[in-house]
């Protein structure tokens, strides 16, 4: 039986801890839950919004509507041979401990993805991605419920068609499917060869030399990512925080020269790899459209750690936007409309929004 709410803040919902209100609010711990909630006679004709750890989400008003936040929890293991392991993991399984535990039990594969804030089931949905991983490199499948009807269907990795930061679930799919667990294959082999993602990320490289000697275990690489994570990033359980706000611009090369021509050292990366190759490197010589570094070009245009009112960005990352207690959404969403507004007059290049802007 769900315990089904009405006007209730989301301040503690949300990782900006803007306190909007939903005008019903549901936690589901299990698919029969999900379904009781979406056909409860209440809520009939609201919208529904699915909250994770509301880590990737711009709340700009309070939500007309029914939020259903996600409480299934489970990790099973689906499968698996000597080299290899499939885990069925429930879609409210809190991402960070995941990778934790695949570390502690030396399962490879998502190890970079670590400290990653927010739900399993919101992985694939931007198909998350850091040092050199994306999560698509170990998804197997999920399986989700149907919003208007109810139905499960399995999507396997091509339905879910990844791009960089992104999947279907972002588009097209968008609010229509509640994604219930999701299948991962790990290795049960860690070895780090010399042109893997492990060593092509130089400051990943630093910081295992900085507490480590070679040869590096898979706890090493973990431990190397929290600590560069704690450095470099802000974190959710101490400062309110939406991550990276603006995808990276992708520009076509005639853009690319004239930006060139301002920034002769701008890096500059294919659109849909995580991948951060040298500026002579082959792959970059055949493709019409890249992605520049929007964090980069925020920083040249003086957005690392500026503050107006109780909004601001982080001291060690232009792109990702900081609330101070007394936040309103409007605050939030009048100062990222700033960043995009200064963006446009300095580069002409539009900023679009990485997190969903509701
Ligand atoms: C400090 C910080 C650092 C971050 N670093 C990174 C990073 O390095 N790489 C990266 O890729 N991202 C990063 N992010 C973004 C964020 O962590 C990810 O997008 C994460 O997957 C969000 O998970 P969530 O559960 O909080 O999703 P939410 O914010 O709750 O939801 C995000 C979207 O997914 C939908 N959704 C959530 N759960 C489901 C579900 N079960 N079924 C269907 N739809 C669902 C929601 O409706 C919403 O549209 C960072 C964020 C912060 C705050």
Known sequence: ?????????????????????????????????????????????????????????????????????????????????????????????????????????????????????????????????????????????????????????????????????????????????????????????FKIVDDSYHSRYESLKDELKSFSKETYTLKDIYNAVVRLRQKKLPDPNKVGTIGSTFANPFLNKLQLKRLQEKFPDIQYYPIDKMQYPNLDDEILKNIEIVKVPAGWLLEEAGWKNKRSGNVGTHPNHALCVVTYDGATPEDVYNFTEEMRKDFKEKYNIELEYEVNVI
């Not at 709410?5 to 589901?28: G, H, M, P, Q």
């Not at 299990?30 to 004709?45: G, H, R, T, W, Y």
């Not at 399993?120 to 949905?125: D, Q, Y």
């Not at 609010?175 to 294959?185: C, D, E, M, Q, R």
């Open 1 to 189: 039986m769900i315990d089904l709410k009405e006007n209730i803040s989301l301040k503690k919902y949300n990782t900006l801890r803007l306190d909007v209100i939903a005008k019903f609010f549901v936690e589901v711990f299990s698919v029969e839950d999900f379904l009781e909630a979406i056909n409860s006679p209440q809520c009939k004709n609201f919208p529904i919004l699915i909250l994770g750890g509301g880590a990737n989400i711009l709340f700009t008003k309070d939500f007309d509507g029914l939020v259903i936040k996600n409480s299934l929890k489970g990790i099973k293991v689906a499968d698996e041979n000597d080299d290899e392991i499939i885990l069925e993991v429930a879609s409210g399984e809190d991402w960070p401990k995941l990778v934790e535990y695949t570390v502690n039990n030396n399962w490879v594969g998502i190890e970079n993805l670590a400290y990653i804030p927010g739900t399993v089931g919101a992985s694939p949905v931007q198909n998350i991605a850091a040092y050199s991983q994306s999560l698509e490199d170990n998804f197997v499948s999920l399986d989700a419920v149907e919003l208007t009807t109810g139905k499960i269907k399995t999507f396997n990795k091509e339905e879910c068609e990844f791009k960089y930061r992104d999947s279907i679930f972002k588009q097209t799919l968008k609010n229509k499917y509640f994604i219930t667990s999701v299948h991962f294959k790990l290795s049960k082999k």
